[in-house]
């Protein structure tokens, strides 16, 4: 089966640009969660959606925004982008909203030049 | 923020067993403990959870203690490839917003 999907693999963009990112969950997974990383850290929380609904959020300005569609895959997208947005964007799935293991994708690398 | 503390870094000499600790003094009781590593510029992989009692899988055992409040990741015959940072979580009951620390760095030597 195939793991959770992300597209691209990489970006770069220029400061005060937006950004969509794009992640297709495990098959059957109802459950998506979007972490940023940047170098030398671990991954922090930005959205969780389970069945297209909002159900966590990160301490991340309002610029950051996601959706998911009826199929279960989501979007991310990143407004007005700031050098500090640089990072590995982190797209995770799982089969339900709570208690349960994320399984992450290998992310879409994004730099703000 | 993460709630959990592990140490920074680790060595383990290959064929040995790899033991792991992390703290999570302030774990709820309806709440898991989920270990994952990522290995340089891939994204983090589950490894193994569990609530109360020791847990096994193909890829590691997780030894949690009675007050729950530290465990600890064992991998029994560490190689090369298992060389990553291990991040050891506190899940939360009412989502799955995983709160990811700093992680220790398994250095496995030949």
């Known amino acids: 089966d195939a793991g959770v999907t992300q597209s691209p693999t990489h970006l770069i963009k220029t400061r005060g640009q937006q950004v969509t990112l794009r992640c297709s969950p495990i098959?059957?997974?109802?459950?998506v969660s979007w972490y940023q990383q940047v170098l030398g850290q671990g991954p922090q929380f930005i959205f969780q959606?389970?069945?297209?609904?909002?159900?966590g959020r990160g301490n991340f300005p309002d610029r950051f925004s996601a959706r998911q569609f009826p199929n279960y895959s989501s979007e991310l997208n990143v407004n007005a982008l700031l050098l500090g947005d640089s990072a590995l964007y982190l797209c995770?799935?799982?089969?339900?909203?709570?208690?349960?293991?994320?399984?992450f994708g290998n992310g879409t690398r994004l730099t703000v030049t | 923020d993460a709630k959990t503390t592990q140490p920074p870094s680790m060595d383990c000499a290959e064929g040995r067993a790899a033991n792991l600790p992390c703290n999570h003094s302030?774990?709820?009781?309806?709440?898991?403990v989920y270990w994952y590593r990522q290995i340089h510029s891939q994204g983090p992989q589950y490894i193994i959870h569990?609530?109360?009692n020791n847990e096994t899988n193909e890829m590691a055992s997780l030894i949690i203690t009675e007050d729950r409040k530290s465990s600890t990741l064992i991998l029994p015959h560490a190689t090369l490839r298992d060389t990553a940072v291990y991040y050891c979580?506190?899940?939360?009951?009412?989502?799955?917003?995983?709160?990811f620390g700093a992680g220790t760095r398994l250095t496995v030597k030949p």
């Open positions: 302030t774990i709820s009781g309806n709440e898991y």
């Open positions: 569990g609530l109360k």
């Open positions: 959606y389970y069945e297209k609904e909002e159900r």
């Open positions: 098959s059957g997974h109802k459950s």
């Open positions: 995770a799935s799982s089969l339900r909203h709570q208690n349960t293991p994320l399984h």
């Open positions: 979580i506190e899940g939360r009951y009412n989502n799955n917003d995983m709160r």
